[in-house]
Every structure is written in structure tokens, then in C-alpha cells.
């Protein structure tokens, strides 16, 4: 089967560039009327969270929080992660800005391209993005949840930074971090006092090192998942949970390269071609990207658009998503990794084939996939690693809760649901991981991998 990728550069152009206004399209709208039908769970005006939970004002450092959800269940246990979720979507709000002026700048000859790509141990390639967003995101959740001591797991690795070969790498990471920062307060965030020095940097990448569990509370943070894609200019994602004794409770994914509409992929495609001929993309001037978000048990997800430059954060009309409703196999679209050596294409090829799957897969780099299950571009994503790669929480967490929320079914390959409790790898997975827009063509992939994994290489 040939494979479709998505966009390369997804670079879009705003509404003065003839683009579909933004307003709902009729699936919006029958989606939002179904959402009405179990009003659960909202973003809520400013003046309506005055009065919300019982005369509860919702402060939390002398804001209102707009995010409200009251009907989570399980894992989110009807808590209130008001102030943790808003905080977390403006925080990956800030963290896509550092993304967007490091791709550009690699995209760009001309630019040092902040230092360009190194490789990290396993010869995976890292950039100034991973390091500074990082330090970007344990900055700002630190400072944000003062009264709280924090832990954050991540992919922390700050030996390159700190080794003498580092220094020039390590300026190129404090000043993208500053400039970073200096932005916050658009988001609704504050920024530190003064800038911050190479130690301050070092020091806030080392807080990413909690290395998860079954107990206690964790954020859990890739800085930029799939970064093959980042680096070659295409679909990436910065991806941030919240764990509570093992289960994911809340999860954002920022898809800069990703738009609001899966049909403007294409034309971003085409614009970004013709337009980069002509001269680079100015850093953040393109409207293009999305946010998107959903708590365990709200039965919700949501996206908003990533704000640019002087754009404003908009809680107050995002778009509720939802996974497609297709479950003939023959219209189903499957989604993959782009890279051979993290999924077997061979394998998916023929579960594809035995299920009746007949479109091409949609093969792209990133949490993407999971953002592409939930909004409904796509039906199922196939992920089956070599054997003894062992999957990381960071690569998933955010993706399964929004899919969860979005009416989607998430297991590994035995049909089971996938274990954060258990440190920074998916310990005992089994096979691989198989996400579904519904039950029956999760079932089926699940007895089709059943049927063929014996006669398989994997
Ligand atoms: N060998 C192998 N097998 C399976 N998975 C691996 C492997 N090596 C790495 N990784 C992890 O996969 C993450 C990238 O996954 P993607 O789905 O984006 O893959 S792809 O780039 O589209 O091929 C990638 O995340 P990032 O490092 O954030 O890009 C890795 O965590
Ligand atoms: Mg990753």
C-alpha cells in the first residue's frame, strides 16, 4: 500500500488568504448539538464561573479559572482540574511558540538554526526545541503551582548542555528560553523577574527527572514528540499530562503544524510551497496549528486554535472534537508512524488487508496520529515497535486521555488498557498499541493481530 503523508509544513495562511471562515461546519454542528445533550463539562464564561459549584468562585492565584469540569469520573474522580488544565493548555500555549521559531529557523539556510540537530545517545536527534521546552514548561508549571512541590517526567537529558562541548548549545537554549519567557504574560502566565541565567536553565531541565509511578501526582512532558518530523520540517507535537496514582487525568497536545481543519492540510501544503519559493515563512506570522485537550471522564475533548504573536487565548469558544463515527473498515483511514524502524509497516499492511481496510494509511510523525483519531480525521492508529522496544509514557499519555474523552477506545494489542503506573515505560504492553474511533473496528484489529501475530517476524 503506498502511504499519504500529512502536509509537509502545514504553514497556513489566515482568513485574509481566502481561507474558510472559521465557523462551524455542519458536522461541527451536529456534534455540538449531541454535546448539548450531556452538558458535563465546559470551558465556562468568566462571569459564569463566579457562580459555579455551589457559590465556589473560581480563584486560584487571583484569576478565574474558566475551565470547568464537574462531571469526571474515574481517575479524575469529579475532581476539579480547573486551574491545573487551564494552566497546562496556556503553558503548551507558550511552549508551541519556542517550537515554531526553532523549525523555522532550521527550515531557514541562512539562520544558525539555534544549533542546529545533535543526536542523543540512542542517535535520535534533539534540538534547542527539546532543551528549552523543557525548561519552558518546568519554569512556568513551578512557578504556577508555587504552593506545590511539582515533578515532571520527561526524556531529561542535560549532560550535552552541561558538558564543555555544550557551551555554545547552552547560550543558544537560555536565549530561546528567555525570549520564550518574556511571553508568558500574553498567556495569561507570568514570566520571571529577570531573565534567566545558564544555571537557571540547567536547573529547570533537571526537574524533569522524576521517573514516575504508581502513587502521587506527576505532569509528564514530550517537548517535541516526533522529532524526525520537527526536524524535517513537519508535523511534531509537544505533548503534556497529568498522572495521578497511575492514571492520566488530564492531557494537552500542541500540534503546531497541525490546523484547525483537517481540509486546509492541503491547501497549507500548497501555499507553504509556493510561498517558500518565494521568501521563508516570518516566525509565527502564519495561522496555522492547533491545542487540543480533554480530563479523564468528562466525556469531552476540546481544541482551540495556537495563538500567534498578538492573538488572544480564546477558552471561550473552543471546539468540542469528536472521533469520526465511520466503522465499515472499507472508509476507515489508519494511521502509522512515517519510520519503518518504530512500527512494522509490513505487519499493518496485512492486518489492513484482513480487516478490509482499502484506503492508503495515513502516515505521520508525532502524537499527531492520536489528535487525528480524536477530531475524527482518521479511524485507527497502529503502532507495533520492534520487539524489545519498550514504549514511554510521554509518547502517549496526553493522546490516549484526549481520544478516551473524544468517544474513542485506546488498548495495546491484547485489548487491555495501557499501564502508566509503572514508571517511564509502558511496562507490560502487549505486542503493541491500537487506538480506534469505536469499539467494532477495535475489536476487529484486535482479533486480527490475534490471527496473524504468530505466522508475523515481530
Ligand atoms: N525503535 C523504536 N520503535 C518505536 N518507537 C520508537 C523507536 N525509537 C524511538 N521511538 C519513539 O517513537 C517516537 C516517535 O514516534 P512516531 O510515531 O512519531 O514515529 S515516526 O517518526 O512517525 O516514525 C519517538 O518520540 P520522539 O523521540 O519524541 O520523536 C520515540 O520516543
Ligand atoms: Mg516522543
Not at 452538558?39 to 480563584?59: D, E, F, H
Not at 497541525?258 to 497549507?268: G, I
Not at 480487516?355 to 508525532?366: A, D, F, N
Not at 496526553?398 to 481520544?403: E, N
Request: proline letters at 5%.
Amino acid at each position: 500500500m503506498g502511504s499519504l503523508r500529512l502536509s509537509t509544513w502545514a504553514a497556513a495562511a489566515s482568513a485574509q488568504q481566502g481561507f474558510p471562515s472559521a465557523g462551524p461546519a455542519p458536522e461541527w454542528s451536529a456534534r455540538r448539538r449531541r454535546a448539548r445533550a450531556r452538558p458535563r463539562c465546559a470551558p465556562v464564561s468568566a462571569s459564569a464561573s463566579a457562580s459555579l459549584g455551589g457559590g465556589r468562585l473560581r480563584t486560584g492565584t487571583g484569576h478565574e479559572w474558566l475551565w470547568d469540569c464537574r462531571g469526571g469520573l474515574g481517575g479524575g474522580g469529579g475532581r476539579d482540574y480547573a486551574r491545573e488544565m487551564e494552566t497546562a493548555v496556556r503553558v503548551v500555549q507558550v511552549a508551541c511558540t519556542l517550537c515554531q521559531r526553532v523549525q523555522d529557523s532550521l527550515l531557514r539556510p541562512s539562520a544558525d538554526g539555534g544549533g542546529r540537530v545533535h543526536a542523543k545517545l540512542d542517535r535520535s536527534p534533539v534540538t534547542v526545541a527539546d532543551w528549552g521546552v523543557q525548561a519552558v514548561v518546568s519554569w512556568l508549571l513551578s512557578d504556577s503551582f508555587r504552593d506545590e512541590n511539582i515533578s515532571i517526567v520527561a526524556e531529561e537529558d542535560d549532560e550535552t548542555l552541561s558538558s564543555s562541548d555544550g557551551a555554545a548549545l547552552l547560550e543558544s537554549v537560555v536565549e530561546a528560553v528567555n525570549d520564550c519567557l518574556v511571553q508568558a504574560p500574553m498567556y495569561g502566565l507570568r514570566s520571571p523577574d529577570k531573565q534567566l541565567t545558564a544555571h537557571d536553565v540547567i536547573q529547570a531541565i533537571r526537574k524533569c527527572s522524576s521517573v514516575g509511578g504508581p502513587k502521587g501526582r506527576f505532569w509528564v512532558l514530550d517537548p517535541v514528540d516526533g522529532t524526525l518530523g520537527f526536524v524535517r520540517g513537519d508535523q511534531y507535537a509537544i505533548a503534556l499530562a497529568l498522572i495521578e496514582d497511575g492514571e492520566v487525568v488530564l492531557g494537552v497536545l500542541g500540534c503546531p503544524n497541525y490546523p484547525m481543519k483537517k481540509e486546509w492540510l492541503s491547501y497549507h501544503q500548497k501555499y507553504y510551497r509556493l510561498m517558500s519559493n518565494v521568501a521563508p515563512p516570518p516566525s509565527g506570522s502564519w495561522h496555522k496549528g492547533c491545542v487540543m485537550y480533554a480530563q479523564k471522564g468528562c466525556g469531552q475533548a476540546w481544541m482551540q486554535p495556537l495563538v500567534h504573536d498578538f492573538g488572544k487565548l480564546d477558552w471561550h469558544h473552543p471546539r468540542e472534537i469528536q472521533v469520526s463515527s465511520i466503522s465499515d473498515p472499507v472508509s476507515a483511514t489508519f494511521c502509522e508512524p512515517v519510520e519503518k524502524a518504530n512500527s512494522s509497516h509490513s505487519f499493518t499492511a496485512g492486518l489492513a488487508h484482513s480487516v478490509g481496510l482499502r484506503k492508503q494509511p495515513l502516515r505521520v510523525y508525532s502524537m499527531v496520529k492520536y489528535a487525528a483519531i480524536a477530531r475524527g480525521d482518521a479511524e485507527i492508529f497502529m503502532k507495533f515497535a520492534r520487539a524489545g522496544y519498550k514504549e514511554k509514557i510521554w509518547d502517549h499519555a496526553a493522546g490516549v486521555v484526549i481520544i478516551q474523552e473524544a468517544g474513542g477506545v485506546v488498548t495495546d494489542a491484547g485489548g487491555r488498557p495501557l499501564d502508566f503506573s509503572r514508571g517511564v515505560y509502558l511496562e507490560g504492553l502487549d505486542r503493541g498499541i491500537i487506538a480506534c474511533s469505536g469499539k467494532l473496528l477495535h475489536e476487529r484489529i484486535v482479533d486480527a493481530v490475534d490471527a496473524s501475530w504468530n505466522s508475523s517476524t515481530l
